[in-house]
């Protein structure tokens, strides 16, 4: 059973940046089941894509892999095809959390693990690539040449699958905070896991994405999946 995120459950005099630590890792899956709402329609919606468009014998990129979800969701539905997957992540301690994970599990198909920054990753050969809430933590001028990056590294019929929290209305981000009171989070959880994510998260209009997508190339962007201020959207090469 994955343990419980109690990573702001009591009251810290100084909040601190929000950091993919071994606090946060060691609760992670329970973090985001309980934070964002249809995380599970999301990896499923991202199954289906992977049975259309990942092709044998080309490149998988998860960016932001953290535990690996996306990554052992695309291995363990597109089961017929030789995939090169490659979990990306710039966390030491995500890294080591997910080499453990695979040691136990049976893989279809190949997954290499990636410890970097994605802004600096060579990407090639691909036929499919997720961001799964991961460039909203990037500093906003490297956005646009990130998305270009991954267009230029696509096979043409390639999809780019770009899971975002996105900027909202005040009373849709406060729906927001009744969801993850319903989820168990108290007051003080949410208020203070907000103020830790201030410095690094920077979430853009869905506007903008839609726009950059469109600007790097992307021949159809288009939202597949909204719950509150959390997008995802499909783009196709």
């Known amino acids: 059973m994955d343990s419980k995120d109690q990573v702001f459950a009591e009251r810290f005099s100084e909040i601190q940046s929000f950091a993919f630590d071994e606090k946060v890792v060691a609760v992670f899956p329970d973090m985001i089941k309980r934070s964002v709402p249809g995380y599970d329609t ?19 990129y998860d960016l932001g892999a953290s535990l690996g ?20 992540d710039n966390s030491p301690a995500m890294i080591q959390g997910l080499a453990e994970k695979l040691s136990s599990i049976r893989l ?3 997954i290499n693990l990636v410890d970097a920054d994605v802004a600096k990753l060579n990407i090639a050969n691909a036929s499919m690539v997720v961001s ?5 933590f990037m500093p906003v001028g ?6 270009q990056k991954i267009f230029n590294g696509m096979n043409k019929g390639g999809v780019f699958v770009l899971s975002e929290k996105v900027k909202s209305t005040d009373l849709m981000i406060d729906y927001y ?30 506007h903008k994405w839609q726009q950059r997508l469109s600007e790097v190339g992307f021949s159809h962007v288009e939202v597949w999946f909204r719950a509150f201020n959390f997008v995802s959207i499909v783009a196709i090469k």
Request: include cysteine; glycine fraction near 4%.
């Open 108 to 110: 279809n198909n190949e």
């Open 132 to 136: 799964n809430f991961t460039l909203q």
């Open 69 to 88: 979800a996306v990554s052992l969701t695309i291995d363990q539905t597109v089961d017929k095809k030789t995939l090169k997957i490659f979990a990306v």
């Open 42 to 60: 999301i990896l499923k919606g991202i199954a289906m894509l992977a049975q259309r468009y990942a092709q044998a014998n080309t490149h998988v």
């Open 142 to 147: 490297s956005r646009k040449s990130v998305c």
């Open 177 to 206: 905070h009744g969801y993850k009171k319903i989820n168990g989070y108290t007051d003080m959880e949410i208020a203070q896991k907000r103020q830790a994510l201030e410095d690094s998260l920077k979430p853009d209009s869905l």
